[in-house]
């Protein structure tokens, strides 16, 4: 694409009231950012259980980058794969309880992994019309091709299952979607799977820390074992509160992954110092039951204040509060005056969510306090 193609799209972006802007912010204690001097109350961030900026966890990155240093320096089947890789993998699999892990340098390379390495070249997959873009750019270079059920909808999943031979589609789907913040029926979608000989593969991104026993995800929250998933991908740049990603699934699965992974096999392996202070996250996590009953508490009252301020909630669960708005520019002017009031929370438009779908995507977190929460609850009322 030429300049010119270039600024033309970037116009027609503007003239939408779609464009956007890029800040550098600092991040703070209690749920707080820094953004050109000026402090906010941030309600769009992922660090659900406060780990971002827990000492233990900087510790740990200042200790492993003492011992390990920052770079890993080789891909994982070369160099890469370090002690420290290594013992966050065993970590992992001794909290979830899958056989082996692979550890991958953001989610969306895990995502792509995924579905190009497990879906077979005479396999379709079917995900879910709400899919992650890293999900759906994947299914698009799929050779088998790709069709995607209404969002949560098993009769539109069951439909598009019968209309295979029996062990001819792939599905995917979120634990919790992460622009409306609901979760599937999980159970009744494995035992769906499982009928038509169908693999399922879980993007349980927003659900792992903050759901199920220690907060192993919503897959656990739901019943599932291990076996009942292909396999599970999942980052550390939400609950966990770092960067990467990685995927859990059985020996054999893992195994066929990293031999045929490209994502994988032709990546630099992330920082082994990072690799250390997320294996004092997940430690965290799983002790702290304290941090998922504080972001639960928050919850409780937001959606109890929300409801008697008569906001446009969305139907929603989780630490993700979506708050429907519908116009992209409305939305724009309802997040600057949000700002004015102290109060960070960016407007999601089109592309991200569907058109007319432009919403204020709140996200709690344990750091918060009550007092933010209720002031949170008062600037949107006074602006809607």
Known sequence: MDLASMQQALSERRQQQLHRNQFAMQPLPDGMVRVQGKDYLNFSGNDYLGLAQDPAVLAALTEGAARF??????????????????????????????????????????????????????????????????????????????????????????????????GKSVVVTEGVFSMDGDSPDLAAMATLCARHQAPLLLDDAHGLGVFGA????????????????????????????GSGGFIAASATVIDYLRQFGRHYIYSTAFSPALCWAQQKAVQLCRQDDWRRERLQQHLFLFQQLAQAAGLPLMASGSAIQPVLVGDAGRCLVLSQALKEKGIWLTAIRPPTVAAGKARLRITLSAAHQPEHIRTLVAALQELF
Request: aromatic share 8%.
């Open 69 to 166: 240093g920052i770079g890993s320096t080789g891909s994982p089947l070369v160099t890469g794969h370090q002690y420290p890789h290594q013992a966050l993998s065993d970590a992992l699999c001794d909290w979830l309880g899958f056989d082996e892990v692979l550890l991958f340098s953001s989610g969306f390379a895990a995502n792509q992994a995924m579905l190009q390495t497990l879906a077979g070249h005479d396999e379709r997959i079917l995900l879910d019309k709400l899919s992650h873009a890293s999900l759906i750019d994947a299914a698009k270079h799929h050779a088998g091709g790709f069709k995607r059920f209404l969002h949560n909808d098993l009769t539109s999943l069951h439909q598009l299952l019968s209309q295979q031979a029996t």
């Open 214 to 241: 220690e907060g192993r995800g919503s897959w656990q929250q739901q019943r599932l074992v291990p076996e009942q998933l292909q396999a599970l991908m999942a980052n550390f740049g939400k609950a966990l509160g």
